[in-house]
Protein backbone atom coordinates (compact mmCIF):
# COMPACT_ATOMS: atom_id res chain seq x y z
CA UNK A 1 0.00 0.00 0.00
CA UNK A 2 1.15 3.33 -1.11
CA UNK A 3 2.14 6.14 1.44
CA UNK A 4 -0.47 8.51 -0.32
CA UNK A 5 -3.14 5.84 0.40
CA UNK A 6 -2.17 5.06 4.29
CA UNK A 7 -2.23 9.06 4.82
CA UNK A 8 -6.36 9.44 4.05
CA UNK A 9 -8.34 8.27 7.44
CA UNK A 10 -10.27 5.88 6.66
CA UNK A 11 -13.49 7.93 8.15
CA UNK A 12 -13.32 10.19 5.45
CA UNK A 13 -13.53 7.76 2.58
CA UNK A 14 -17.26 7.32 0.96
CA UNK A 15 -15.99 4.08 -0.48
CA UNK A 16 -14.64 2.65 2.53
CA UNK A 17 -16.87 -0.14 4.04
CA UNK A 18 -16.30 -0.81 7.52
CA UNK A 19 -17.44 -4.47 7.37
CA UNK A 20 -15.16 -5.60 5.08
CA UNK A 21 -12.32 -3.71 7.56
CA UNK A 22 -13.36 -5.37 9.99
CA UNK A 23 -13.27 -8.64 8.64
CA UNK A 24 -9.43 -8.17 7.92
CA UNK A 25 -9.08 -6.91 11.73
CA UNK A 26 -9.62 -10.71 12.80
CA UNK A 27 -7.18 -11.82 9.80
CA UNK A 28 -4.87 -9.52 11.16
CA UNK A 29 -5.25 -10.37 14.50
CA UNK A 30 -3.12 -13.74 13.83
CA UNK A 31 0.00 -11.67 13.76
CA UNK A 32 0.25 -11.00 17.30
CA UNK A 33 -0.16 -14.86 17.91
CA UNK A 34 2.07 -17.90 17.99
CA UNK A 35 -0.99 -20.02 17.00
CA UNK A 36 -4.94 -20.63 17.65
CA UNK A 37 -6.61 -17.76 19.21
CA UNK A 38 -9.90 -18.54 21.51
CA UNK A 39 -12.82 -16.53 20.49
CA UNK A 40 -12.17 -13.95 23.50
CA UNK A 41 -8.40 -13.23 22.63
CA UNK A 42 -9.30 -13.23 18.80
CA UNK A 43 -11.78 -10.23 20.55
CA UNK A 44 -8.94 -8.59 21.84
CA UNK A 45 -6.46 -8.80 19.71
CA UNK A 46 -8.49 -7.67 17.07
CA UNK A 47 -10.10 -4.59 18.89
CA UNK A 48 -13.73 -5.77 18.28
CA UNK A 49 -16.26 -6.84 20.68
CA UNK A 50 -16.91 -10.40 21.01
CA UNK A 51 -19.98 -10.63 19.46
CA UNK A 52 -19.10 -8.94 16.35
CA UNK A 53 -15.41 -11.06 16.40
CA UNK A 54 -18.03 -14.40 16.59
CA UNK A 55 -19.90 -13.48 13.45
CA UNK A 56 -16.70 -12.33 11.26
CA UNK A 57 -14.76 -15.19 12.41
CA UNK A 58 -17.62 -17.72 11.85
CA UNK A 59 -17.73 -16.21 8.08
CA UNK A 60 -14.15 -16.08 7.38
CA UNK A 61 -14.78 -20.16 8.91
CA UNK A 62 -16.84 -20.91 6.19
CA UNK A 63 -15.26 -19.15 3.29
CA UNK A 64 -12.27 -21.31 4.08
CA UNK A 65 -10.02 -18.04 5.62
CA UNK A 66 -10.41 -19.33 9.22
CA UNK A 67 -9.75 -23.34 10.37
CA UNK A 68 -11.39 -24.06 13.42
CA UNK A 69 -10.58 -27.18 16.07
CA UNK A 70 -13.90 -28.33 16.93
CA UNK A 71 -12.53 -29.86 20.22
CA UNK A 72 -11.27 -26.72 21.58
CA UNK A 73 -13.30 -23.76 19.55
CA UNK A 74 -9.82 -22.21 18.97
CA UNK A 75 -9.28 -20.37 15.44
CA UNK A 76 -6.33 -20.47 13.50
CA UNK A 77 -5.51 -19.23 9.76
CA UNK A 78 -7.11 -21.42 7.38
CA UNK A 79 -5.30 -22.75 3.65
CA UNK A 80 -7.31 -20.15 1.47
CA UNK A 81 -4.90 -17.70 2.99
CA UNK A 82 -2.06 -19.29 0.99
CA UNK A 83 -4.18 -19.12 -2.12
CA UNK A 84 -4.21 -15.25 -1.57
CA UNK A 85 0.01 -14.95 -1.40
CA UNK A 86 0.01 -17.14 -4.31
CA UNK A 87 -2.12 -15.28 -6.41
CA UNK A 88 -0.39 -12.11 -5.53
CA UNK A 89 3.43 -13.34 -6.26
CA UNK A 90 2.53 -15.56 -9.55
CA UNK A 91 0.93 -11.89 -10.69
CA UNK A 92 3.24 -9.86 -9.62
CA UNK A 93 5.27 -8.73 -12.38
CA UNK A 94 9.06 -7.84 -10.01
CA UNK A 95 8.65 -10.79 -8.81
CA UNK A 96 7.93 -13.34 -11.97
CA UNK A 97 11.13 -11.03 -13.50
CA UNK A 98 13.59 -11.20 -10.26
CA UNK A 99 13.33 -14.90 -9.66
CA UNK A 100 15.45 -15.77 -12.18
CA UNK A 101 18.09 -13.24 -11.26
CA UNK A 102 17.77 -14.00 -7.62
CA UNK A 103 18.84 -17.78 -8.82
CA UNK A 104 21.72 -16.70 -10.19
CA UNK A 105 22.43 -14.54 -7.98
CA UNK A 106 22.78 -16.97 -5.03
CA UNK A 107 24.44 -19.40 -7.60
CA UNK A 108 27.04 -16.83 -7.73
CA UNK A 109 27.39 -15.68 -4.83
CA UNK A 110 27.04 -18.89 -2.66
CA UNK A 111 25.09 -16.88 -0.26
CA UNK A 112 21.69 -16.49 0.52
CA UNK A 113 19.70 -14.23 -1.63
CA UNK A 114 16.31 -12.58 -1.28
CA UNK A 115 13.74 -9.65 -2.72
CA UNK A 116 11.93 -7.66 -0.53
CA UNK A 117 8.80 -5.21 -1.49
CA UNK A 118 8.58 -1.28 0.02
CA UNK A 119 5.71 -0.99 1.96
CA UNK A 120 5.81 1.98 3.77
CA UNK A 121 7.78 1.92 7.06
CA UNK A 122 8.34 -1.74 6.16
CA UNK A 123 9.95 -4.64 4.08
CA UNK A 124 8.22 -7.28 3.03
CA UNK A 125 10.24 -10.73 1.78
CA UNK A 126 8.75 -12.01 -1.49
CA UNK A 127 11.64 -14.06 -2.63
CA UNK A 128 13.84 -16.28 -0.52
CA UNK A 129 16.69 -18.23 -2.50
CA UNK A 130 18.16 -20.44 0.43
CA UNK A 131 21.64 -21.70 1.00
CA UNK A 132 23.57 -23.86 3.39
CA UNK A 133 22.40 -22.42 6.91
CA UNK A 134 19.38 -21.07 7.97
CA UNK A 135 16.73 -20.54 10.34
CA UNK A 136 13.51 -21.37 10.19
CA UNK A 137 11.74 -17.19 10.22
CA UNK A 138 14.71 -16.24 7.66
CA UNK A 139 13.07 -18.73 4.92
CA UNK A 140 9.55 -17.64 5.34
CA UNK A 141 8.43 -15.49 2.57
CA UNK A 142 5.57 -12.96 3.67
CA UNK A 143 8.15 -11.38 6.83
CA UNK A 144 7.62 -7.93 8.06
CA UNK A 145 10.79 -6.16 9.00
CA UNK A 146 11.40 -2.41 9.63
CA UNK A 147 12.99 -0.29 6.93
CA UNK A 148 14.88 1.78 9.52
CA UNK A 149 17.28 -1.52 10.48
CA UNK A 150 17.58 -3.29 7.43
CA UNK A 151 20.03 -2.97 4.52
CA UNK A 152 17.47 -3.13 1.89
CA UNK A 153 15.62 -0.65 3.77
CA UNK A 154 18.44 1.78 3.84
CA UNK A 155 18.85 1.17 0.28
CA UNK A 156 15.45 2.09 -0.33
CA UNK A 157 15.19 5.38 1.72
CA UNK A 158 18.81 6.29 0.13
CA UNK A 159 16.75 6.33 -3.52
CA UNK A 160 14.11 8.84 -1.65
CA UNK A 161 14.09 12.22 -1.36
CA UNK A 162 15.78 12.84 2.38
CA UNK A 163 12.50 14.59 3.52
CA UNK A 164 10.51 11.47 2.42
CA UNK A 165 12.37 9.49 4.11
CA UNK A 166 12.68 11.48 7.61
CA UNK A 167 9.16 11.32 7.19
CA UNK A 168 9.12 7.45 6.98
CA UNK A 169 11.59 6.99 10.42
CA UNK A 170 9.52 9.65 11.91
CA UNK A 171 6.72 6.95 11.58
CA UNK A 172 8.33 4.00 12.70
CA UNK A 173 8.52 2.23 15.60
CA UNK A 174 12.54 2.47 16.17
CA UNK A 175 12.47 -0.24 18.58
CA UNK A 176 15.48 -2.61 18.53
CA UNK A 177 15.34 -5.98 16.75
CA UNK A 178 18.81 -7.25 18.64
CA UNK A 179 21.22 -6.07 20.58
CA UNK A 180 23.09 -4.75 17.15
CA UNK A 181 20.31 -2.43 16.11
CA UNK A 182 20.93 1.05 15.33
CA UNK A 183 17.65 2.64 16.28
CA UNK A 184 19.36 6.25 16.41
CA UNK A 185 17.68 8.85 13.56
CA UNK A 186 20.88 10.74 12.99
CA UNK A 187 22.61 7.54 13.16
CA UNK A 188 20.20 5.61 10.57
CA UNK A 189 20.17 8.30 7.78
CA UNK A 190 23.88 8.66 8.10
CA UNK A 191 23.55 4.68 7.19
CA UNK A 192 20.95 5.98 4.52
CA UNK A 193 23.21 8.54 3.00
CA UNK A 194 26.36 6.31 3.31
CA UNK A 195 24.14 3.89 0.57
CA UNK A 196 23.51 7.06 -1.49
CA UNK A 197 26.46 7.40 -1.79
CA UNK A 198 27.97 3.20 -2.73
CA UNK A 199 24.80 2.24 -4.27
CA UNK A 200 23.90 -0.51 -1.61
CA UNK A 201 23.75 -0.61 2.46
CA UNK A 202 25.36 -2.81 4.92
CA UNK A 203 23.53 -4.43 7.96
CA UNK A 204 25.55 -6.28 11.03
CA UNK A 205 23.26 -8.48 13.20
CA UNK A 206 20.63 -5.63 13.42
CA UNK A 207 17.48 -7.76 12.62
CA UNK A 208 18.93 -11.29 13.60
CA UNK A 209 21.97 -12.39 15.43
CA UNK A 210 24.80 -14.02 13.49
CA UNK A 211 23.51 -12.32 9.79
CA UNK A 212 24.99 -10.07 7.89
CA UNK A 213 22.98 -8.02 4.38
CA UNK A 214 24.04 -6.12 1.89
CA UNK A 215 20.88 -4.55 0.00
CA UNK A 216 20.60 -2.61 -2.70
CA UNK A 217 17.41 -0.62 -4.10
CA UNK A 218 14.64 -1.97 -6.97
CA UNK A 219 13.66 1.55 -8.93
CA UNK A 220 10.55 1.79 -11.14
CA UNK A 221 10.15 3.95 -14.22
CA UNK A 222 9.64 7.18 -12.37
CA UNK A 223 12.99 6.60 -10.60
CA UNK A 224 11.06 5.49 -6.98
CA UNK A 225 12.21 2.59 -4.95
CA UNK A 226 9.70 -0.52 -4.88
CA UNK A 227 11.67 -3.25 -3.45
CA UNK A 228 15.36 -4.02 -3.08
CA UNK A 229 17.39 -7.09 -3.27
CA UNK A 230 19.79 -8.65 -0.59
CA UNK A 231 22.31 -10.59 0.26
CA UNK A 232 22.50 -12.43 3.63
CA UNK A 233 25.72 -14.37 5.31
CA UNK A 234 26.97 -15.51 8.64
CA UNK A 235 29.54 -13.19 10.28
CA UNK A 236 30.88 -15.92 11.29
CA UNK A 237 32.55 -16.50 7.62
CA UNK A 238 32.40 -12.96 6.56
CA UNK A 239 34.03 -9.30 8.19
CA UNK A 240 31.81 -6.46 7.41
CA UNK A 241 34.19 -4.91 5.19
CA UNK A 242 35.29 -8.08 3.46
CA UNK A 243 31.65 -8.98 2.49
CA UNK A 244 30.88 -5.41 1.55
CA UNK A 245 33.54 -5.01 -0.52
CA UNK A 246 32.80 -8.78 -2.18
CA UNK A 247 29.02 -8.71 -2.69
CA UNK A 248 27.52 -4.86 -2.29
CA UNK A 249 28.87 -4.38 -6.39
CA UNK A 250 27.01 -7.95 -6.99
CA UNK A 251 23.32 -6.92 -5.14
CA UNK A 252 23.99 -3.12 -6.59
CA UNK A 253 24.24 -4.80 -10.24
CA UNK A 254 21.10 -6.78 -9.64
CA UNK A 255 19.06 -4.75 -8.45
CA UNK A 256 19.73 -2.21 -11.16
CA UNK A 257 19.16 -4.76 -13.75
CA UNK A 258 15.90 -5.01 -12.63
CA UNK A 259 14.94 -1.67 -12.57
CA UNK A 260 15.83 -1.49 -15.84
CA UNK A 261 13.30 -4.10 -16.74
CA UNK A 262 9.95 -2.56 -14.67
Given at each position: ????????????????????????????AFG?ANG????????????????????????????????????????????????????????????????????????????????????????????????????????????????????????????????????????????????????????????????????FAL????????????????????????????????????????????????????????????
Amino acid sequence: MSIERRAKPLRDDPLHVASVAKAFQVLDAFGHANGALSLAELATLSGLDKSATQRFAHTLWRLGYLDKDERTRRFSLGRRVLDAAFNFLRSNALVERATPALIELRQACGERANLSLHDDTTMIYAIRQQTKREYFAGSLIGRRIPVFCTAGGRAVLSRLPEDDASSILARSDLSPLTGRTICDPTLIMAKVRAAATDGFALAVEETAPGEITVGAAVTDVAGRPVAAVHIAASVADWPPSAFAERFGPLVAEAAWSLSQRL
